[in-house]
């Protein structure tokens, strides 16, 4: 089992419409990161979120950390083929090691 | 300024050959971290290095595979005799010297690694 579990594993829309993507865990975490890659590239940092409960918004991407600090959700507004990528979660369990989910896959069609 | 700086971006390399993996930090960052990623994948953690230190190997083969990072110069991950299983997409990464949980990883563009 993975400590942290993304759902779907993929997703495929039309450009113009909303997703969100999933991120859960058992364990509670100090903070959690998003990253999103891109094919042929390495992951590159979309956000950290630490404070429970805790809404960060970047452009139509909307970023939520669970009160509890276990789980965490991505929600994409009017989807543009642009946003097509490996969208990744991670989080830092034990010492300083990023740990990562298994990874959402978006595709956005025009 | 330049980010992480991997290479070679793509390697083939004939069963029972040996791979070497080459990565070099951004400015000012002393740790370095080793990541694999199958197609299809997330990434699975490696190995966690400082200036000639490994902090953590837990991800690491047993066999076979070594990382170094050495006072001057790239940090290493070397496979030995490799087979096809071990072709995937190895990453690097790094970041500052962190007091806190929520410094982000900055991550160089990986080595594609092909057995044949």
């Known amino acids: 089992t993975q400590l942290l579990e993304q759902s779907p594993q993929f997703l495929s829309i039309q450009e113009g419409e909303n997703l969100t993507v999933y991120c859960n865990s058992s364990?509670?975490?100090?903070?959690l990161q998003w990253y999103r890659q891109e094919p042929g590239e390495g992951p590159v940092l979309l956000v950290t979120v630490v404070t429970g409960g805790e809404v960060k918004k970047l452009k139509r991407l909307t970023f939520q950390f669970g009160d509890a600090r276990k789980d965490s959700s991505l929600h994409i507004t009017a989807a543009q083929p642009g946003d097509t990528g490996l969208y990744l979660c991670?989080?830092?369990?034990?010492?300083?090691?990023?740990?990562f989910g298994g990874g959402t896959r978006v595709l956005v069609k025009p | 300024n330049a980010g992480v700086m991997q290479n070679p971006r793509h390697l083939v390399r004939r069963r029972g050959q040996e791979a070497r993996l080459r990565c070099s930090p951004m400015?000012?960052?002393?740790?370095v971290y080793w990541y694999r990623q199958l197609p299809e994948e997330g990434l699975k953690f490696m190995v966690y290095?400082?200036?000639?230190?490994?902090?953590?190997e837990s991800g690491m083969p047993k066999e076979r595979f070594s990382a170094e990072f050495p006072k001057e110069g790239p940090s290493i991950l070397r496979i030995q005799q490799v087979v096809r299983g071990d072709s995937a997409a190895y990453f690097c990464a790094s970041s500052l010297i962190t007091s806190g949980q929520s410094d982000g990883y900055t991550f160089g563009s990986g080595t594609r690694l092909t057995v044949v």
């Open positions: 991670a989080a830092k369990a034990a010492g300083n090691k990023l740990t």
């Open positions: 400015k000012g960052h002393s740790h």
């Open positions: 290095l400082q200036k000639e230190n490994i902090i953590d």
């Open positions: 364990s509670v975490f100090s903070s």
